[in-house]
Nanobody, 118 residues
Framework: QVQLVESGGGLVQPGGSLTLSCTAS????????VGWFRQAPGKGREGISC???????YYTDSLKGRFTISRDNAKNTVYLQMNSLKPEDTAVYHC????????????WGQGTQVTVIV
């Protein structure tokens, strides 16, 4: 069964860091581009970052420098390192797969909650 599972979310204070994981089962994640998205309460889904199979990475301009995407093909996992977190980063974070970044995404995880509390 094809499945993506996000983990690593939680509560953090402003300025703190979290690392989210997106782990695949039932298929080889190395064969897919993987994107991270987030959706805050009452807002639409926002694309954050994407990593292609060749390791090339892309970020939305507003988050460049604070967030870093990476992949460990041996662990079938893609990570999102988030630093200097702000209250406005509070959202449910999802990962999804695609043949290439900027193509349509096919498989989605259920999401992990990140809450930045003052």
């Amino acid at each position: 069964q094809v499945q993506l599972v996000e983990s690593g979310g939680g509560l953090v204070q402003p300025g703190g860091s979290l690392t989210l994981s997106c782990t695949a089962s039932g298929f080889t994640l190395a064969h897919s581009a993987v994107g991270w998205f987030r959706q805050a309460p009452g807002k639409g889904r926002e694309g954050i970052s994407c990593i292609n199979t060749d390791g090339n990475t892309y970020y939305t301009d507003s988050l460049k420098g604070r967030f870093t995407i990476s992949r460990d093909n041996a662990k079938n996992t893609v990570y999102l390192q988030m630093n200097s977190l702000k209250p406005e980063d509070t959202a449910v974070y999802h990962c999804a797969t695609s043949p290439l970044c900027a193509y349509d995404y096919d498989y989605w995880g259920q999401g992990t909650q990140v809450t930045v509390i003052v």
